[in-house]
């Protein structure tokens, strides 16, 4: 009896689709983030944010995954940027297939910055690589601070996490001091962005280091 590891052929075929992905975004100078969230932890208001204080000084575009709906992508199309829409029909992430198909239908000429808005969860998201040059993670105050070690592999495989809803610390028992343990526990070298999508707290910060990624990418900026 022969047997076959689905999850594993199913893995190397996205590998080898997203290296050729990774290939068209290098050789146009785009920096590209994959942005991590559960449902709710804020990973459009924070797009949302980042939009109206990036769009004049680089051009962007937008992936917006989601199982069903368009709302998000109505949301991010009201800013004034290009988006994509990419329903997943339940599936609980996004794959390189999919990316592969929207850079299709994307104007890439000029675009320095894209950002591959996932499916809200923060398990299977994780496994797939989306062309990106960096995992960023969004936890809002709200989901509690034990989450990191919950769901470890995400955390493990993001270059940034943004805590979201700072503004809702004394309405929580969430612990910064618990939360950065345990995230430099799984990734010492990880980088935390503390902010607020609804008042902009920390949104400079922020901003300037995405913006630098960009430039480093080779992207010219009128930062």
């Known amino acids: 009896m022969k047997q076959i590891d689905v ?5 190397q075929t996205n590998d080898i689709l997203a290296k050729e992905n990774k290939e ?3 050789s146009k100078g785009i920096f590209t983030v994959n942005l991590l969230g559960s449902p709710g932890a804020g990973k459009t208001s924070i797009l949302e944010q980042l939009i109206k204080s990036m769009k004049d000084n680089v051009k962007l575009a937008v992936i917006e995954g989601d199982l069903y709906t368009t709302k998000d992508a109505e949301r991010i199309e009201s800013q004034g940027v290009e988006v994509i829409q990419v329903n997943t029909g339940g599936a609980c992430h996004l794959d390189a297939l999919m990316i592969k198909e929207a850079l299709n239908n994307l104007e890439l000429d000029d675009m320095k910055f894209l950002v591959i808005e996932n499916v809200g ?3 299977c998201p994780a496994s797939y690589d989306l062309s990106e040059d960096i995992k960023i993670t969004v936890l809002s105050i709200t989901e509690g601070n034990d989450k990191p070690l919950k769901y470890p592999s995400m955390f493990q495989k993001s270059e940034v996490v943004i ?3 700072m503004d809702l610390m004394e309405f929580t028992n969430f ?16 980088i935390v962005f503390e902010v607020s ?11 300037d280091y995405l913006l630098n990624k960009i430039k480093e990418k080779g992207g010219v900026t009128n930062a």
């Open 163 to 165: 805590v979201n809803k």
């Open 121 to 123: 969860n923060l398990v």
């Open 175 to 190: 612990s910064m001091d618990e939360f950065y343990r345990d995230i430099k526990s799984l990734r010492n070298d990880i």
């Open 197 to 207: 999508s609804r008042t902009g707290e920390g949104f400079q910060q922020l901003r």
């Open 24 to 26: 068209l975004l290098d």
């Open 7 to 11: 999850k594993k052929n199913i893995l």
